[in-house]
């Protein structure tokens, strides 16, 4: 049976100053800190209600039901993984896309993701 693994995973965003119509950036980043390969990496996120996906920026365009936001990893080769659909010991991934806020309801400032 092979040893369950535990991936670093980094979700951060950059962009403009928060306001209806602002474009974010969010980052999300995959480490294999462990020393085991790692097959069929899949990755989910949800934006908050008031953002709206624009497009991808690096990494394969999600698969996308409403705010609910899905990677199936498993088949591509991206950042400095060797083999199509494994992320080797040290290796990374990086996905990353922008978003827009559509709208702002003051009573769920601070937004957050």
Do not use: C
């Not at 974010?24 to 980043?29: A, E, F």
């Not at 097959?39 to 989910?44: C, F, G």
């Not at 083999?83 to 769920?108: C, H, M, Q, V, Y």
Request: charged residues 20%; without cysteine; aromatic residues 8%.
């Amino acid at each position: 049976m092979p040893s369950p693994v535990t991936l670093d995973i980094t979700l951060t965003t950059s962009g403009d100053v928060p306001a209806v119509g602002a474009l974010i950036t969010y980052t999300i980043r995959i480490v294999n800190n462990t020393p085991y390969s790692v097959d069929h990496v899949t990755i989910w996120d949800t934006l908050p209600q008031d953002m709206i996906f624009e497009n991808e920026i690096i990494g394969p365009s999600p698969v996308r039901t409403g705010n609910f936001m899905y990677w199936d990893l498993s088949d591509k080769m991206l950042g400095s993984a060797t083999i199509p659909g494994r992320l080797e010991p040290n290796g990374e991934i990086t996905i990353e896309f922008t978003a827009r806020i559509k709208t702002i309801d003051p009573s769920r400032l601070p937004m957050s993701n």
